[in-house]
């Protein structure tokens, strides 16, 4: 069904001051110029199509979000490009969470030095970048709102409608995901040498 | 210094309340423990700044582009509705 102009204005108004905050989140997710612009472009298109739905106007920017991060899921599915959607979130494990600080600190160092906060320096912008854009989209999504966007949880919470517990179990798995990639490239990259679960400083 | 009537909290219990301290989700009696164990336990003290600099370094991505130049898109996208 076509907007009428006034729709077609009203949309306008309410999506063209939040473009830079869409634009951001699309390109956190996406880490590519192209991949980004194709993202929100296609989230305009859905939210054109389905603006008869929303009630309140005054919640278009959760609203918007969804909609970008379903398209996002979906552009991952059909593109293969981004990692694939594996829920395990009901059969988490705290205790099998991966922690970059249990890995790499030296508890034994006591007053001097802090190999854990060395590496965390010694990351480029790119191995982050690279470790994030390599965490399931989900897990991504919500490190993303969270620690780049500095949402809270209870933000977070409207923005993908689901429970402030979920979006809390859920960061701390992304966060899990995050650092074991982190730990890898680490690895990979001669910073920390793997070592039974130690390491020894190179 | 923190008043000292706070019941000390263990490592394990701490450690449950890093990221909802670091992300600001703890209030009032939990977090007057929770400050008040990383006064006192140097391995979780460690643990809550290792978390808050690798948010920092997150937090440091924040793209910055304008998106200036997507609005003509996303302009004619609404305009062919
Ligand atoms: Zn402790």
């Known amino acids: ?202 | 210094m923190k008043k000292s009537n706070h019941k000390n909290i263990s490592c394990e219990e701490a450690l449950k309340r890093v990221f909802d301290y670091i992300d600001d989700h703890i209030q009032n009696t939990s977090r007057d423990e929770f400050e008040y164990h990383i006064e006192l336990c140097r391995h979780c003290f460690d643990r809550v700044e290792f978390e808050k600099l690798l948010k920092s370094r997150l937090q440091a991505l924040r793209y910055k582009r304008s998106s200036e130049w997507l609005r003509e898109r996303v302009e004619d996208i609404i305009a062919e509705f």
């Open chain 1, 1 to 202: 069904m076509k907007l009428t102009s006034e729709e077609q204005r009203q949309l306008k108004d309410r999506v063209l001051p939040l473009l830079d905050d869409l634009h951001r989140l699309a390109y956190h997710l996406c880490h590519d110029e192209n991949d980004t612009e194709d993202l929100v472009a296609e989230t305009i298109k859905k939210a054109c199509e389905k603006f008869r739905t929303l009630r309140d106007h005054g919640k278009i920017k959760p609203w918007l979000f969804r909609i970008l991060r379903n398209t996002f899921v979906s552009l991952c599915r059909e593109r293969k490009k981004y990692a694939t959607i594996k829920y395990q979130e009901d059969n988490e494990n705290e205790d099998e969470r991966f922690s970059l600080f249990a890995e790499v600190s030296q508890p034994f160092l006591l007053w001097w030095g802090n190999p854990e906060r060395e590496l965390v320096n010694k990351l480029l912008e790119e191995d982050i970048k690279q470790a994030l854009s390599e965490i399931q989209p989900e897990f991504r999504f919500v490190v993303v709102l969270c620690d780049v966007e500095g949402l809270s949880y209870r933000e977070i919470s409207n923005i993908l409608d689901i429970p402030i517990g979920t979006v809390r179990s859920r960061i701390a798995r992304g966060r899990s995901m995050l650092q074991r990639k982190l730990y890898d490239h680490a690895v990979e990259k001669g910073l920390i040498r793997k070592r039974d679960r130690h390491y020894e400083k190179i």
